[in-house]
């Protein structure tokens, strides 16, 4: 069982837009602005999406967007593309003794 | 254009101790701005976080503890690389392990990982 709780699987047509939300506590997405998001195509390693809550690494395309809201953390994927279909999943930093928490991951399915 | 290459052996009989490397080019394992990972991912545990070190004026070490009984984090300067020792494995180790580096407190570079097995 993961720290962080993420929906299983979303879904959504081209051009829509998504939200993935993920739930912690206030020991660990409540704590700190430390929450990263990641993207992953089978086979391939985790790609950074956001990290800080919000801020996009050079190079991740703008329809990618974080916040936070208390003890949850989401992910929204504006403009769905094909190639958004992945898994993705976030994570935090955490005052626990393991440094680094993940979620369980979301399967996007762009219909 | 900073990448990480791992090596080590994909299939370690239990009980022994698993042994990786990755190999950093385009940066420093001595960066003051950055840290070094280790992170494995299976379908039963999902992602696992194992531990990291990083240089600030003097060596640090962070481990999971899950494993932090049987876990050993390295850097090699002279190589420019740091290694994961994990001891005393069982079937329950069996995952891909990625390495990764640690920057603005999220991972932004992944090595290609490996799917180690752990079986007689």
């Known amino acids: 069982q993961s720290a962080l709780t993420q929906p299983a699987s979303v879904s959504g047509s081209p051009g829509q837009s998504i939200t993935i939300s993920c739930t912690g506590t206030?020991?660990?997405?409540?704590?700190?602005?430390?929450v990263s998001w990641y993207q992953q195509h089978p086979g391939k390693a985790p790609k950074l999406l956001i990290y800080?809550?919000?801020n996009r690494p050079s190079g991740v395309s703008t329809r990618f967007s974080g916040s936070k809201s208390d003890n949850t953390a989401s992910l929204t994927i504006s403009g769905l593309q094909a190639g958004d279909e992945a898994d993705y999943y976030c994570t935090s930093y955490t005052s626990s003794s393991t440094l680094v928490v993940f979620g369980g991951g979301t399967k996007l399915t762009v219909l | 254009q900073v990448q990480l290459q791992q090596s080590g052996p994909g299939l370690v009989k239990p009980s022994q101790t698993l042994s990786l490397t990755c190999v950093i080019s385009?940066?420093?394992?001595?960066?003051?701005?950055?840290?070094w990972h280790w992170i494995r991912q299976s379908p039963s545990r999902g992602l696992e976080w194992l531990g990291r070190?990083?240089?600030?004026?003097?060596?640090?070490?962070d481990y999971a503890v899950s494993v932090k009984s049987r876990i050993t984090i390295n850097p090699d300067t002279s190589k420019n690389q740091f290694s994961l020792q994990l001891n005393s494995v069982t079937p329950e180790d069996t995952a891909v392990y990625s390495c990764?580096?640690?920057?603005?407190?999220?991972?932004?570079?992944w090595g290609q990982g490996t799917l180690v097995t752990v079986s007689s």
């Open positions: 385009g940066d420093s394992v001595s960066s003051n701005s950055a840290a």
């Open positions: 206030s020991s660990d997405v409540g704590f700190y602005n430390y």
């Open positions: 800080d809550v919000s």
């Open positions: 990764a580096r640690g920057h603005h407190h999220a991972f932004d570079i």
């Open positions: 070190t990083y240089y600030r004026s003097k060596w640090y070490n």
